[in-house]
């Protein structure tokens, strides 16, 4: 039976504060979040919901005398294996939406980077239906089909292989097709999940984060997924109907593949317009128009299947399906070219050529970008090699004698991912070794600091401390390795051009630099059991982050951190948690402030982003109720610079005037993910920000001492990125500002 609403009518409880608690990407149960295990949700459901302590339990009470309440979510991010494992198949979807958030702040070119982060999503939807075109129709209708050999045995494929090579195309492409559905139907249902928990007084204000709850349903987000399914239905389109051309051009194709060209250069334009796509009013043409768009595409789509199965012509002979290596690599030069124009307008913005320490220097956008891309590639490639290889019979490292031959621009990105995944690998350790010793210097004296003259018996408790802060130092060497590895994917995206004129890998190399093709056909087969090994690890990682909070730490953090942003430049992303999350606590935060006399707002890792955006979205009158207590959190180590738009300086000394600076941050040097907001307070560094921002942020001397206390055979643990809810340091913090609601209370009239 749940405890009785905050709005149920009762009056205001004089004196009592609520400490209100958020997990982070750990997804700790609701008992271990409030440190008891007797506990029963009072509001929410299975998937999300706020819990209490049983009254009968011993912990009822929090430090000060605080209400304890906590908000567990981490079902809404990767709460079933099912929804976990995705995580291979949207990871390329996700990083490209993650893009758009990451737009420089400031500047007269963000459209211009808009418009570029959408065409890239645009093109990863393309990758994706031709990736099922070149098994369905490359590999399967046109080679294998063609192909005694092939055939032999495969009784369910030899009955289709008899019928005119038309009909077995337009029979086939309906699996590209119902992928391309597929995908559409999850979409559809996935942005239909949260509607109940949306506030109907929300307003998006700009491009702060009070509108992260609505962006995802806006009328934008429709036209999105609108379009990219219609370019993906055109694209496919013109994979048939650059086939049926090879076979002689009719008034027919004619007609039809100008149709197609205009359907796709409509959808371009749609997403190069912002005003068309973000400012149309509801129901008016601009609104209706990527709905018609769609529509036609699917007529053109039947249109296309009927020309194709029905029209005897004489189809020729050839190793592969006629134009669609061409398109292949035309997509995969275009999406090099968008990609080294984002990271130029990036570089060049108003502002850009800013040198402070950041961690992807500004350019997050392109960095991610050229990531997606990149994986993208990789793992088409895979798939279209692997279906190659079970048709033909034969293991990888060998050249197919038949069918199996993927299209030149699949050979390059398999052969590029690995070139640079061992690249990136190498830098990795370059940078790791270059700056040990700088990091090293720096962890010693924050130990020295610390623990001033440690006792002879304390050294390896010391040693074991600077160990941790050397570890969480690597932090900031993250963004030149993320950088160097996006320069390695453009160059290898690059590659394409090669084959668009017809190179390919091992007769270039041979020719080039001499290499036997055996050698390359061996780097090729371990690029493809490297790919393969990536998607086994993603997807026994999400298995077990669906199942281990300790391992969802590490593994799922990527995804909780990608599904926090909405859908606004790939709506085939997987869902977002903050459609649910903001509204949600935003209306339980206004239940507890018209009972009690205030409430403070507890954020871990990540529950302190989504504190974040949801302080912004309280009432006036409840925001004079609230104090915020952040620790481990990422808000400004990596959040305010990988988006610097939503979350940059401005935002965050936004939110401290908006709770009249009733704010504090605890961090150590030994967590790799959270640190300091305004004052970095390290060795050496300047308190260059002045107060009160200067007031919120109290380091932690992690772990609290390097000697066991009396009574007890070992030293405080180190906490890192650890929640320390039951650290006396975090008791402290959350009574000193339920001691300032009370003041502020007792102020008012």
């Known amino acids: ?72 979510w981490s079902d809404l991010a990767s709460g079933t294996a099912a929804r976990t494992l995705s995580l291979v198949f949207l990871l390329p979807f996700m ?25 890239v999503a645009l093109t990863l939807t393309l990758v994706y239906a031709l990736t099922a075109a070149g098994v369905a129709l490359d590999l399967l209708a046109w080679k294998c089909m063609g192909s005694s050999r092939c055939l032999a045995g495969r009784g369910w494929l030899s009955w289709l292989g008899a019928r005119p090579v038309g009909l077995r195309l337009a029979l086939l492409a ?8 597929l995908v559409w139907f999850l979409n559809a249902r996935q942005t239909r999940s949260y509607g109940a928990f949306r506030l109907p007084t929300a307003k998006p204000q700009g491009e702060h984060l009070t509108a992260l709850d609505r962006w995802d349903v806006s009328p934008r987000a429709k036209r999105l997924h609108a379009i990219h399914v219609a370019a993906a239905f055109v694209t496919l389109d013109v994979v048939l109907l650059a086939a049926r051309a090879a076979a002689g051009a009719s008034v027919t194709v004619v007609v039809l593949s100008a149709l197609a060209g205009a359907l796709l250069a409509t959808c371009v334009v749609l997403l190069c317009v912002p005003g068309l796509l973000d400012s149309a009013p509801i129901a008016s043409t601009t609104d209706r128009m990527p709905l018609v768009l769609r529509a036609v595409a699917g007529g053109l789509t039947v249109a296309t299947l009927g020309s194709v199965a029905v029209e005897p012509v004489r189809w020729p002979r050839s190793n592969g399906l006629p134009g669609y290596d061409d398109i292949v690599a035309i997509v995969f030069v275009t999406q090099t070219a968008l990609l080294v124009a ?14 402070r320490p950041a961690l992807l220097r500004g350019l997050g956008a392109a960095v991610v970008a050229a990531v997606a891309t990149g994986l993208a590639g990789a793992l088409s490639g895979e798939l279209v090699y692997r279906a190659a290889s079970l048709l033909s019979r034969q293991p990888l490292m060998l050249r197919p004698r038949d069918l199996a031959v993927p299209v030149p621009a699949y050979r390059w990105a398999i ?24 990091r090293r210097r720096t962890a010693a004296a924050i130990a020295a600091r610390d623990y001033p003259a440690p006792p002879p018996e304390a050294n390896a408790q010391v040693r074991r401390v600077e160990r941790a802060v050397i570890r969480a130092s690597f932090t ?11 320069c390695l994917t453009v160059i290898g995206l690059a590659a ?46 999400g298995l077990f982050a669906s199942r281990t909070a300790g391992f969802r730490r590490y593994v799922g953090v990527l995804w909780d951190l990608g599904t926090f942003w909405p859908r606004a430049a790939h709506p085939f992303a997987p869902p977002c948690y903050t459609e649910r999350a903001v509204p949600e606590l935003t209306d339980r935060i206004c239940q507890l402030a018209r009972r009690y006399d205030g409430v403070v707002l507890s954020g871990h890792s990540q529950g302190s982003v989504i504190l974040a955006a949801t302080v912004l979205r309280l009432p006036p009158e ?11 959190s990422p808000l400004k180590r990596l959040c305010a610079q990988l988006y610097p738009a939503y979350l940059g300086g401005p935002v965050l000394h936004e939110i401290g005037d908006q709770i009249g600076w009733r704010w504090l941050n605890l961090w150590s040097n030994t967590d790799p993910i959270g640190g300091w907001i305004f004052s970095t307070q390290r060795p050496g560094d300047p308190r260059a920000c002045p107060p009160p921002a200067v007031l919120v942020d109290r380091r932690l001397r992690d772990p609290e001492d390097v000697l066991a206390p009396p009574g007890d055979s070992t030293p405080p643990p180190i906490w890192g990125h650890t929640p320390y809810e039951s650290d006396d340091r975090y008791a402290a913090a959350v009574r000193e500002l339920a001691d300032r609601l009370r003041a502020d209370r007792a102020q008012r009239p």
Do not use: K
């Open 1 to 72: 039976m749940r405890e009785e609403s905050p709005s149920s009518g009762q009056g205001r409880l004089s004196g009592e504060i609520v400490e209100l608690r958020v997990h982070g990407v750990a997804g700790a149960g609701a008992g271990q979040v409030l440190g008891c295990r007797d506990v029963r949700q009072v509001a929410g459901d299975r998937r999300a919901g706020f819990y209490r302590p049983r009254t009968q339990s011993r912990h009822t009470r929090g430090a000060g005398g605080t209400v304890l309440e906590a908000y567990q």
């Open 415 to 438: 052969l590029a991912f690995f070139l640079t995944t061992i690249a990136a690998v190498t830098a990795c350790a370059i940078i790791i070794l270059s700056t040990r010793t700088d």
């Open 342 to 355: 984002l990271a130029v307008l990036v570089l060049w913005r108003p502002g850009g050529r800013d040198r």
């Open 174 to 181: 309906l699996v590209p097709f119902a992928a391309v559905a």
């Open 496 to 541: 394409s051009v090669l084959a668009l004129v017809g190179l390919e890998p091992n007769p270039l190399a041979r020719s080039l630099l001499g290499v036997p093709s055996n050698v390359l056909s061996v780097v090729m087969a371990i690029g493809n059991y490297l790919i393969l090994a990536v998607v086994v690890g993603l997807l026994v990682g």
């Open 95 to 119: 990083l490209s939406n993650v893009t758009f958030w990451m737009r420089p702040a400031g500047g007269g070119l963000q459209s211009g980077v808009t418009v570029l982060c959408r065409l």
């Open 622 to 632: 409840v925001r004079r109720r609230v104090a915020l207590l952040t620790y481990a």
């Open 476 to 486: 900031e060497q993250l963004g030149s390795l993320a950088i160097t590895y996006a």
